[in-house]
């Protein structure tokens, strides 16, 4: 079985840490971008069967970024992007989903249910 990589895009330190090691611990090859620029230059080399972006970050955000990569896709596309982000009001939720395949919510995201949530995505998109 191919080894599942995800790519991580998450300015905060912290945060960025954490996601990658739950996500190690699982047996996920993870990949990560520090910053909007860095990210965008990931999405564009694709081959992920999974990116977790987050929308507010420093040099491009990632709602620009899904823009740019739906006008210019990668020669390798990436499976599914889910938006992981602290905003939660319905108009930029809309925006979002109409950008990538899934949002959640950083504050009622622990990383536990970020494990679950990442299984049912690449499950669901496994098939695509």
């Known amino acids: 079985m191919n080894t599942v990589k995800i790519l991580i895009v998450e300015d905060d330190q912290f945060l960025r840490e954490l996601y990658s ?4 611990a699982e047996g996920y090859a993870t990949d990560i971008a520090i910053d909007g ?5 990931k999405i564009k080399e694709g081959g992920y069967d999974l990116v977790l972006l987050d929308i507010i970050m420093p040099k491009i955000n ?7 990569i739906k006008t210019n896709p990668p020669a390798l596309s990436n499976k599914c992007v889910i938006f992981l982000t ?3 009001k319905e108009e930029e939720i809309k925006a979002a989903l109409q950008l990538g395949n899934g949002y959640l919510i950083k504050s009622q995201t622990t990383p536990g249910s970020l494990v679950q949530e990442v299984k049912a995505y690449l499950e669901k998109f496994a098939k695509a």
């Open 62 to 68: 990632g709602l620009e970024i899904m823009k740019r």
């Open 21 to 24: 090691d739950v996500l190690k």
């Open 86 to 88: 602290n905003l939660d």
């Open 37 to 41: 620029e860095e990210g965008l230059k």
